[in-house]
């Protein structure tokens, strides 16, 4: 029987810690909150089979993603897997070098700003496909810059950042369900110089 998927799950060894250096591991770990095949996983973050298949094993090692069953597909036995959380927070209390962990915090940022980003094209071209079909479709789109010159404005931003964000949402109402859902997508990361 599947087993429910916790909402966070606290990474407090090394192990597993380790195992998520890789970014390409977090994307795959945002694509298994419903089980998948290495090569469902594959398609939707755009690699190869035999690549996604090499890193679901580390993580499926690491205890990180289960194997959950398996599917007949023509000749093939493929193997489900899920992961066993929505989100992945490192715990305080990792007996790792502080800027490890920084890197592991970083790498897993970035990995889901791409996840992310891909979510965002992929549901604006099909509003797009609804507003050329004459629907209307409100949106909203928001850009700027901040100097952040040091870890600890960086730190001090995105916390006060987060706070206003969650309060906003609470304030109109983050529990309701139905058609006036809106997806609010929030990133903050360095200008790239060109």
Same mark, same amino acid.
């Given at each position: 029987?599947?087993?429910?998927?916790?909402?966070?799950?606290?990474?407090?060894?090394?192990?597993?810690?380790?195992?998520?250096?890789?970014?390409?591991?977090?994307?795959?770990?945002?694509?298994?909150?419903?089980?998948?095949?290495?090569?469902?996983?594959?398609?939707?973050?755009?690699?190869?089979?035999?690549?996604?298949?090499? $890193? !679901?094993?580390?993580?499926? @090692?690491?205890?990180?993603?289960?194997?959950?069953?398996?599917?007949? +597909?023509?000749? /093939? #036995? =493929?193997?489900?897997?899920?992961?066993?959380?929505?989100?992945?927070?490192?715990?305080?209390?990792?007996?790792?070098?502080?800027?490890?962990?920084?890197?592991?915090?970083?790498?897993?940022?970035?990995?889901?700003?791409?996840?992310?980003s891909d979510?965002?094209?992929?549901?604006?071209?099909?509003?797009?496909?609804?507003?050329?079909?004459?629907?209307?479709?409100?949106?909203?789109?928001?850009?700027?810059?901040? $100097? !952040?010159?040091?870890?600890? @404005?960086?730190?001090?931003?995105?916390?006060?950042?987060?706070?206003? +964000?969650?309060? /906003? #949402? =609470?304030?109109?109402?983050?529990?309701?369900?139905?058609?006036?859902?809106?997806q609010l997508?929030?990133?903050?990361?360095?200008?790239?110089?060109?």
């Amino acid at each position: 029987m599947e087993q429910d998927i916790q909402e966070s799950y606290y990474i407090e060894l090394p192990e597993q810690a380790m195992v998520l250096l890789n970014p390409l591991r977090g994307e795959i770990l945002a694509q298994l909150t419903a089980p998948a095949s290495a090569a469902e996983v594959a398609r939707q973050i755009g690699d190869t089979a035999q690549r996604v298949n090499y $890193h !679901l094993k580390a993580l499926v @090692k690491a205890g990180l993603v289960r194997k959950v069953g398996t599917r007949q +597909v023509r000749n /093939l #036995v =493929e193997v489900l897997y899920r992961s066993i959380a929505k989100s992945f927070v490192l715990a305080e209390s990792l007996s790792m070098k502080p800027e490890t962990v920084q890197k592991l915090k970083d790498q897993g940022s970035l990995a889901h700003l791409i996840t992310t980003s891909d979510r965002l094209k992929k549901d604006a071209l099909l509003l797009m496909e609804r507003s050329d079909a004459e629907e209307t479709v409100p949106s909203a789109s928001l850009q700027l810059q901040v $100097h !952040l010159p040091d870890e600890s @404005k960086r730190a001090a931003f995105v916390e006060e950042y987060s706070k206003l +964000v969650q309060q /906003l #949402v =609470e304030r109109y109402g983050c529990s309701a369900q139905g058609d006036h859902m809106y997806q609010l997508i929030a990133a903050v990361y360095p200008k790239i110089q060109e």
